[in-house]
Each structure stands twice: as C-alpha cells, then as structure tokens.
C-alpha cells in the first residue's frame, strides 16, 4: 500500500503542464475579413488628422498619449475652444473607437465626427450653432483608434503575441488565434470575475489579458482618463444596432439605472437603436464602459454600430451622419446629466477609502471587532476544550477508584 | 462494535468534517461583500441559532440509535419516515461525487506550488487543467482512494488517527499563511476590510441571510456527519459541550481562513479598489486563479501558496472521509460487512463524479456547479428533517431525556426548545425563499429550463425525482435495518 501512495505522490509532481485549448469566440466576434480600400487606414487617419489638427488649431489639438506594442501612437484630437488649455468649468467628454481593429465603422464615425465640427464651427447656420455652443463650452476628447495594430492587421485582439510559461510566443494551432489580447476586457474593474466564459484563454478572441491593464493601449488610456474628469463617455463597436450601459459583469442593475436608461432613450431617440444593460447582451467583465463608471464615476455608454463589422463605404457614411447629432447630444447633457450625478460624483469621491484612511478611529473600530470575534470564537473553543478536558481527568480519576 | 479510542479523537473528526473547503474560500468571501464585522456579528448569533443547536440534536440521536441516518429516521420518526434518512444519505453522498473532484483541484495545485512551478499566467494554469479530463480525472481517483483508504482502516485507526494528526496541522498551516499575509505590507487594509463593522449592512436582509447560509453550509449541520460519528461513541459520553466545540472549532478555522485570504489579496493587490473587485470574483476563480497569482508576486510566496493548497488539501481530505462514512454506516446497517461497503461507494462516487470532472464550459466546471447549487441547498432540507425527527418525539421530552442524560458535561436549557420549535422552522423558510428567489432573479429568462445550470427548475426536478424515488422505495429502505 505504501509503495502504491508513493508511486502516486510521484506521479502527481510529474505530470506536465498542458496548454489550454483553444475556444472560439462568440459567433457574434467572428469576423468575416473584407478590404475596404475607402476605410481609413492608421496612416491616412494620422495624416488627416494632424492636417485638421494644424489648419484648425484654434479649436483642434492633437496628441499622443502613448505607443502601441508595433510603436504606433495613440492619437488623442481635443475639440475645445482654447484647445491647449485644460479649462476646468467645462465639462469633460470621451469619445473612443476601435477597442477592437476589425469594427472599422466604430473610428470612422469618430474621424467623421471631427472633420464635420471643424467644418461646421464657422458655418453661419443652425448646425453651425449648435457645434459652436458645444466646442465653446465643452471639451471633447475623442480617441479614433485605441487599437491601431488591430486596425492595420484587420483583428479584433491586439497584436503582441501572448507567451507561454517558459516565455516562448504561443504557438498557432490552428483554432483561435494566439496572438493579442481584448482590450475591451482588459480593464481593471471586476477584471477576470465574469465566468463561464473564455476569456481567460489566450487563443480566444475575447482573452482578458495575463493581468488587468497588462496592454500597452489599455495602460495609455487608464493614465490619459485618470488626468481628466470625464462625465460621460461613448466607446464605439460594432455591431448589431445597440446601446449598452452598465453593468456587463452583472446582470444587477447599477445605482444610476434610471438614469442611464433615460440617456440611452435619448441616444436611441437619435439613432433608432436598441436599449438595454450591457449584461443583457452577454455577460463580460473588464470591459471599459464599466471601468469608466465603476472606477472613474463617469457615464459610460457603449454603442453597437450597424448591422455589420465592414459594412460598404455608403452605409458608413449613413452611420457617421446619425452618430454626428448623437456625439453632440451627450456633449450637450454633459454640464447636468439628469441634475444628481454630479453630486453623486462628489459623494462617491468621499466614500472611497473611507475605511482605509489610517484614523484612530479605523483602527480602533478594527481591533475592538478583533478582539470581540476572536474573545466569543477562539475564548469559547478554548472555554469548551477546558471543561472537556477537566472532565476527562475526573473520568480517569473514577476509573481508578472504581478500579 | 467498534468505539472512538478516545473523546479528542470524536472532536477532532467532527472538526475535520466540518471544517471544509467552504471555510477557506467561501467565507473570506462573504464577509467581504456583506459589510466585514457586521457580517461577523450575524454570523455568530446564527451558530448559536442553527448550527449547533442542530449539531445536538444529531449527536443524541445517533448515540441513541447507534444506526446511521437511514436507521436514525426508522427507529426515531417512525417506518414512514425512513426516506428521510435516506434523503441525508443522497445529499452527503451526492455531495461527495463533486467534492472528491474538488479536492483533486486542490491536490493538484498544492503539488504545482510544492513543485515550484506556479506559471505567471494562472487563468491559462487554471482553464488548462480544468479542461484537460484525464488530469482532472487522475486527481479525482487520488483524491478518492486516499479518502478511501482511511475509512477503510476503520474508525480508530483510521479516521481518529488521521484527524488527531491533521486537525492540528490545518491550524497550523492556516496560521502560518495568516501570518505571513499579516506581515505584508498594506495588510492592515486587509484587517479593517475584514473587521471593522459597516453597520449600514445591519439593516440589510441580504447581511442576515447570507450570514445563515454560511454557516448552516460551514458546520456540516444536517449532513448526517453528527448522527453518524455519534454511533461510534460509548454510553457514558458527552454529546452537548462536543456540538459546541464542533461549532466554535469550525468558527475559529474560518477566522484565520479569512484573515490569510483577504490580508493577502490586499497587500498584494495595487489598490483596495482592486482587492475588493477579487474578493467580488466567483470561490475557484478567486482561489485557483487570483490567489494563485498573487502568492507568486512576494518572494516565499510560492512557499506559503503550498502551505495554503497543503492546508485546503487536509480541510478537504477530512471532510471527504466523513462522507464516505456516512455512506458506509448505513450500508453497513444493512448488514454489508464495510470492505465491501466502502468498494462499493468508492466505485460509485469515482463514476458518478465524472461528469462533474468532465462537463467543463471555457474555465467555468458548468456541471460542478449546477450539482453544488442543487444539493448545497438539500442539505438545508435534511437540517429541517432532523429538526422533524425531534419534534416527533417531543421536543421537551428529547432534551430532558436524550440530551440531558447525566453524562453530558453541560446542561442543555430550555433555549434549545425554543430554537428548535420557533427559530428553526422560521430560519428554514427565510432561507429556501430567499434561495427560490435568488436562483430566479439571476436567470429573469431561464429559471423555468431544467437546463439553466443554476436556475430555479434544475432545484426542483432533481429534488423531486429523488423524494419520489426514495418514498416509493420507503418499505424496502426501511426493512433491511438490522440492529
């Protein structure tokens, strides 16, 4: 028997490791790969913008907020009157596309977006007002592409190959894809909580990363929003015709619900698309939109465009139109969105850390609730263990004298 | 027949069954989501409101009976009743096909710390090794044969024995990663997360509930556990003090549990923001996953990761052993000799617990799940049998004639009755209703499809099929007792 154990024991500590096998994505993640020679590519975005960017600069500016795994920059364009000065009674604003590089029309929309302010900032029209209240008042932040890589090779995931345990690049074995990771999961809220799901699996296309924030991208943006406040925010995808809020890594419902539901009416009072949690679609966690209100206390909103990932050139620019009045919408709420958030905002700000601040009083409260669990716990074992064992001698002690 | 050696070696296996898994991932847990110490206050009052109370009772009446639950149920409630005792016995046994897969998990993690080898990626350690069967199978049969060859040696020198030897070393395992985490940097963070009471959380229900579930789940109340360990002692025995250092033993192991668990995953997490959305991911995830890789972030962290897998190994080991035993005392109430009892229902548990092992969805044990959601809460039903089978006999008449015996080295008062009578039945409700609506809520689509593995319907199909199963086959479970 013992030889049978030890053989056991031996055979536990060899056994090798195996890596994991592949899952495919949700259909939905799928892409079907179509060139699209009218799409924007990183280069002829990057060439535009910084030309809008040098022809408009009093209310344009352009920034990088950090370099991809490939050393593509991460353009930031800021649409604000006095667009180099932080001006902070206006209200902050973001706008993002191209978590994923597959869902072309989440940038064009955005690239759309700024060419259309610029042009109509001078326009003596009823448009042209309306942009001029907003960049006069506002600052928006719009990142075209948060994955420049993905947009170039066509994929979803971002474009570092994941590693091995012995640090070797993960091999193609033919199902999924080995290489990047979903920054659109990568987030640091509720990061890797949400299972059954595959995120956790480097060849699949929705895989969370080794750590939250391990990307280069998802870093950039993480330090770009913490030295903003931004009060609401759109993050573009593609595709299906939605608009989610938080929570995705949850099916409750957040604290601000109602307030989240009546901004999403608002939006689909413009472009017509569903409403509904973003869990209700399927359920993901570290996904931006609940970083951005779960950490950032920002309103976050995604929005599914189209009804495909590489629709024709046409049909973009349909989208790009609708979603222009959209982006000037949520710039136009942003100074009040349904009157509490902001005091919300505040409130939310006070509560963090309140137990973590190192007061007396924390302390206090910490050792007596110590000294209390452990007094009834460990005091009544030991308590209990006392009589027992006062008993047990005078069981012997009988014993004996019986005896 | 065979009698316990000595009265620490009752406690210790009592102990051994109680102290579970559960204790060291499911606790830390819930106190960090239901508000640190005031959680810990309702959870305290619920010991003394459910677990033991419960605990008493099953001790006496397996000490009166000498017959495991099947017998129990005969002799105490009446031959209608029977099924009850079976009823307990599918619960724990049931129970026992998933855990011998769980406790293979964690064999297999302490031998990848204990080897060194944590990989800097454990969410691809953790969904490689779940999906690869012959893996998880492989572990599984180690798991159960270990357990398997300690009841096989009998009660003295084998479950006594090992329980004398590991009981003890669990705390001490537990200790040493407690203080370890302690002594991190930002552990404090941890301690005032774990301790100081948000008294808002007080007024909560959600607070009160889920502080009964722990601990009806924690003291392995209703499992049969009790009535069976109590067969095993002599006429002159103490039942009352032994419940209550059974409860308070459990208790104290959960205490260390949670402060190694939480201090660690907030000293060694960036922010407390952080820490708590870990301590918010679901037990294995936070265990196999996150804990896994935080360990590794601190140098000895490898070591005291072996040290807490050693000590999740032994809190299973122990609990396991007292599944089988359950199962194998009413086999051998049936007149099996317990060679051929224990064969049996290791072959059983090994085949039954495939699927379990096998049926795996991206990182997520979808099977496993489903079997623990069903079942965790049954044994919440054999908790109200057992409650049942006293007020049967007369819940007055049990306390002054089977707990107060004389041999008790603590006198039992007329508490007792009225938890049993009054809080009993009422804390039973609450729970079942809040778990009907919980199983419910999450699903607002497909609580109705017995095929939601965590659903409403799946509870009730399972529950049903076997209630009816087992009264129909009441008179012949009932008849083979022999005495």
Redesign the interface.
């Known amino acids: 028997m013992k030889q049978v154990f030890a053989l056991i024991i031996i055979i536990c500590f060899l056994l090798p490791f195996q890596p994991a096998p592949a899952v495919n994505g949700q259909a939905h993640y799928i892409s079907e790969a179509k060139e699209q020679s009218t799409y924007h590519s990183y280069a002829s975005m990057t060439t535009e913008l910084t030309g809008l960017a040098e022809s408009h600069s009093d209310i344009v500016s352009m920034f990088s907020i950090g370099t991809t795994y490939e050393g593509r920059k991460l353009w930031v364009i800021k649409l604000s009157d006095n667009p180099d000065i932080d001006e902070s009674d206006e209200p902050d604003v973001l706008y993002m596309g191209a978590h994923h590089g597959n869902e072309k029309p989440s940038y064009e929309v955005l690239i759309y977006f700024i060419n259309y302010v610029t042009e109509k900032y001078y326009e003596n029209s009823n448009e042209g007002s309306r942009v001029r209240y907003v960049v006069n008042n506002r600052e928006l932040y719009i990142v075209p592409m948060v994955n420049p890589d993905g947009v170039e090779a066509n994929k979803r995931k971002s474009q570092e190959p994941n590693y091995g345990p012995l640090g070797n690049p993960l091999p193609d074995i033919g199902i999924g894809d080995p290489v990047g990771v979903d920054l659109n999961r990568n987030y640091d809220y509720m990061w890797g909580m949400v299972y059954p799901a595959d995120s956790a699996n480097p060849y699949s296309n929705t895989y969370q990363g080794e750590s939250a924030f391990c990307e280069l991208e998802t870093q950039a943006v993480r330090d770009f929003v913490g030295s903003h406040d931004f009060v609401l925010s759109l993050s573009y995808h593609t595709y299906s015709e939605l608009i989610l809020y938080p929570w995705g890594y949850t099916p409750q419902p957040t604290d601000d619900d109602e307030l989240f539901r009546g901004i999403a009416n608002g939006i689909s009072a413009i472009n017509d698309y569903e409403v509904m949690q973003a869990s209700e679609l399927y359920m993901t966690s570290g996904d931006a939109c609940d970083w951005l209100y779960g950490e950032k206390v920002s309103l976050a909103f995604t929005i599914e465009l189209g009804k495909e990932h590489s629709p024709p050139i046409e049909e973009v620019l349909n989208i790009s139109k609708t979603h222009v009045l959209v982006n000037l919408y949520i710039a136009e709420i942003a100074d009040n969105p349904g009157g509490e958030w902001v005091i919300r905002e505040e409130k939310a700000k006070e509560d963090k850390g309140s137990i973590f601040d190192d007061t007396l009083g924390s302390f206090a409260a910490m050792s007596a609730m110590m000294m209390i669990m452990f007094g009834v716990v460990w005091g009544g074992l030991a308590k209990c263990i006392s009589i027992a064992v006062k008993s047990e001698k005078m069981k012997v002690k009988h014993g004996k004298m019986e005896k | 027949m065979e009698k316990w050696k000595?009265?620490w070696g009752l406690?210790f296996a009592a102990m051994g069954a109680a102290i579970g898994t559960g204790n060291i991932w499911r606790f830390p847990k819930e106190v960090a989501a239901n508000g640190?110490?005031a959680f810990?206050i309702a959870w305290?009052i619920f010991l003394f409101t459910w677990s033991i109370p419960l605990l008493i009772a099953e001790f006496s009446i397996g000490k009166k009976t000498g017959l495991g639950t099947i017998g129990s149920f005969k002799v105490f409630a009446g031959k209608k009743y029977a099924f009850m005792g079976a009823w307990m016995l599918v619960v724990s046994t049931v129970i026992g096909f998933y855990y011998a897969v769980v406790m293979g998990w964690v064999?297999?993690y302490f031998?990848v710390a204990?080897?060194g080898?944590i990989?800097?990626?454990t969410?691809?350690?953790?969904?490689?090794?779940i999906?690869?069967p012959f893996?998880v199978i492989?572990?599984q049969l180690?798991a159960l044969?270990?357990s398997a060859?300690v009841v096989y040696r009998g009660i003295a020198k084998g479950i006594e024995v090992v329980n004398k030897i590991l009981i003890p070393a669990l705390f001490i395992l537990l200790l040493i990663a407690a203080v370890w985490a302690l002594c991190l940097p930002g552990a404090?963070?941890g301690?005032?997360?774990l301790?100081?009471?948000?008294m808002e959380y007080l007024g909560r229900s959600e607070t009160w509930i889920s502080a009964l579930a722990q601990s009806a789940w924690s003291c392995s109340a209703g499992m049969g556990m009790a009535i069976t360990y109590a067969v095993y002692m002599r006429r002159?025995d103490?039942t009352a003090?032994?419940a209550?250092?059974t409860g308070?033993?459990n208790?104290?192991a959960s205490?260390i549990a949670g402060i190694a668990v939480i201090c660690t995953v907030f000293a060694l997490s960036?922010t407390?923001?952080?820490a708590m959305?870990t301590m918010?991911?679901?037990s294995f995830?936070l265990t196999f996953?996150?804990l896994t890789?935080l360990f590794t972030l601190m140098p000895g962290g490898v070591f005291i990761a072996a040290i807490f897998f050693l000590a999740m190994s032994f809190a299973a080991l122990t609990s396991m052993i007292s599944g089988f035993e359950i199962a194998v005392r009413n086999f051998m109430d049936h007149g099996w000799s317990r060679h051929k009892s224990l064969t049996f229902i290791t072959i059983v548990t090994f085949l039954l617990g495939l699927p379990s092992a096998i049926i795996v969805?991206?990182?997520?044990p979808?099977f496993l799940n489903n079997q623990d959601h069903v079942w965790g809460m049954g044994l919440i039903v054999s908790g109200l049998f057992v409650a049942f089978a006293v007020w049967k006999y007369g819940v007055s008449r049990f306390r002054n004639e089977l707990i107060n015996t004389g041999y008790n080295?603590?006198r039992i008062g007329a508490w007792w009755d009225f938890v049993i009578i009054v809080l009993f039945p009422l804390q039973f409700i609450v729970l079942i209703l809040w778990y009907f609506y919980q199983s419910i809520s999450?699903h607002?689509g497909t609580w109705f499809n017995p095929m939601e593995p965590t659903g409403f319907a799946t509870v009730i199909v399972q529950w049903i099929l076997v209630i009816v199963a087992l009264i129909m086959l009441n008179k012949w479970i009932g008849r083979k007792i022999i005495k």
């Open positions: 000595s009265r406690i640190g110490g810990m305290i064999i297999r031998t204990a080897s080898s990989p800097s990626n969410s691809v350690l953790w969904s490689g090794f999906s690869s893996e492989f572990f180690v044969l270990v060859y404090v963070n301690l005032k997360f301790f100081i009471p948000r002159k103490d003090l032994n209550f250092i308070f033993g208790n104290a205490l960036s407390p923001d952080a959305g918010e991911s679901e995830s996953v996150h890789r969805s991206g990182n997520a979808v080295d603590i999450m607002p």
